[in-house]
Every structure is written in C-alpha cells, then in structure tokens.
C-alpha cells in the first residue's frame, strides 16, 4: 500500500522543520508516522450497497491477514519496516509478508540502512553551519543556526535579545539596540547555563539503536552541533582581542572540533 497523501504531507512538512525541533523529537514523530501508516493498511474505506430496510456500512475490515502478520512480527521488525518505507519511498508498498520473507541478513542490512540515512537527515538539519560562513551570527547565536539562501527567513536569536530573519544580521550588527549592548557584552548566567547544557548534549551525542527492543545496544551515536563555543561560555577560547570585531568589521572564530558519528556493534 502507497504512503497516503496526507501521511506524505505531514512528513514532508517534519522534514522541513526538523531544523526547529528539539533532540529527538524528530525521530518520535517519524516513528508516529510509521505507526500511522502501518494502522491505515488495517482498515479501508470500502461503502456498501445500499439495501432497503438495512443501514449503510461505512466502513469495512479488511480479512485480519495484515494484523495478524503484524501480531507476529517482533517490535523491531516493525520499526525496521517503518523506517525503511519512511526513509526510501521506493520501499513504500512493501508489506510485513513481503519484509518478513526476507532473510534475517537482508532485513537488518535494509535497517542499517535506513538508520544511517536517518543519521544523514539528522547531522544535515540539525547541525550548525561552519562558523566561518557567517562569523557574526556563529559568535551571537543563541542555540542552532543557519545560513544561506534556503534559510535566509530563518529565525535566529542573539545573544543581546533580538530575535530576526538570517538575512538581516548584518542590519542588526549595525543597529542601535545591538551598538548599545556591545557596549558592555554582558549575558546573564542563565543564558549562558543554558548554552553550556546545549554544548554539553551537543558532545555527549544522540544514539541511535538498530534494534530498540534488543539486548545487544548497536546502533549509530551521532554528533551535532546545535550551540556554537562562544566567548561566555568558553572565554578561555576568546581573549580581549578577539571580543570585538576587527577594524575591517570581521569577527574571529576558533576552528571548530565536530565529532564523527560512530558505529557501535
């Protein structure tokens, strides 16, 4: 059975705001949407002949062929076939019999598979553009960012308390509310307890298991950078000199150390 039209439209609309959504949150609604799926091959809209004297049946179950392979199939099967129909459309139709007369080899190859291209999505939105594209808004940014013409209606927010579109930071740098903070830079500790806890979920990583409901814990850890390392945060990394902008308006970035991700057996 093909992915409904409206279960595709609200993946596609996940997949265009996984950049604004919490760790985690995005594989929780893509793993909604599996079981969304998986439950909408149990029942079909199917009205039956209208008869004198007797009401119309509006809905009708399907012979319990599909529930019962789903009864029989473990959870990790089932999440390895959500994620394989979610993760490559060509896999779409393929039904529990279909990825249960699979080998145990091939299905988790196929899941690997799909994990890692979970992975893919996962470090391309969710990750920090490098600091050197814009080196203002990487030294201002309060959490995640990004930049570019795909995002230049993205928000962001600084660290002196404005919030704004991508496109128009350098109109912010300039402007009158940012000059009269810059005057003194000051951030209250709340602010920056909270950037080092991003920092700190940033390095310790996001795992990803290939079976969930296994003993054995293999899977992806992967590393994003949702927080980049500032000077309130790491001053050690920035002294006085590079607190400001040079004459030529550059501001100064340390080079930044990103984790690859890791495969654990």
Request: a neutral charge; hydrophobic letters at 35%; one cysteine or more.
């Amino acid at each position: 059975m093909a992915v409904r039209p409206e279960l595709a439209t609200l993946m596609r609309v996940i997949e265009e705001q996984q950049d604004k959504m919490p760790e985690g949150e995005y594989l929780a609604a893509m793993n909604a949407l599996g079981t969304l799926h998986r439950q909408s091959t149990v029942f079909v809209a199917a009205p039956a002949a209208v008869v004198p004297a007797q009401p119309i049946q509006l809905f009708v179950s399907v012979p319990a062929v599909v529930s019962a392979e789903l009864a029989q199939m473990s959870l990790d099967d089932r999440i390895g076939l959500d994620r394989l129909k979610l993760m490559f459309p060509e896999h779409s139709t393929m039904t529990p019999s279909q990825w249960m007369s699979l080998s145990e080899e091939d299905r988790d190859r196929l899941n690997r598979e799909s994990v890692d291209r979970m992975v893919d999505r996962k470090e391309t939105h969710q990750r920090n553009p490098d600091p050197k594209v814009c080196p203002f808004i990487a030294r201002h940014s309060v959490g995640s960012w990004r930049y570019g013409p795909r995002y230049e209606n993205n928000e962001w927010t600084c660290v002196c308390g404005y919030s704004g579109k991508v496109k128009n930071w350098k109109k912010h740098e300039e402007s009158e509310r940012h000059q009269d903070w810059a005057k003194h830079r000051f951030v209250s500790r709340r602010m920056i307890e909270k950037m080092k806890r991003t920092i700190a979920d940033d390095e310790a990583g996001d795992f990803l298991p290939f079976k969930p409901y296994s003993e054995r814990r293999s899977g992806i850890r992967c590393f994003t950078v949702c927080q980049e390392r500032n000077e309130w945060t790491h001053p050690e990394l920035y002294t006085d000199f590079f607190r400001t902008a040079n004459p030529e308006g550059k501001w100064f970035v340390h080079r930044r150390e990103d984790w690859a991700r890791i495969y654990v057996q």
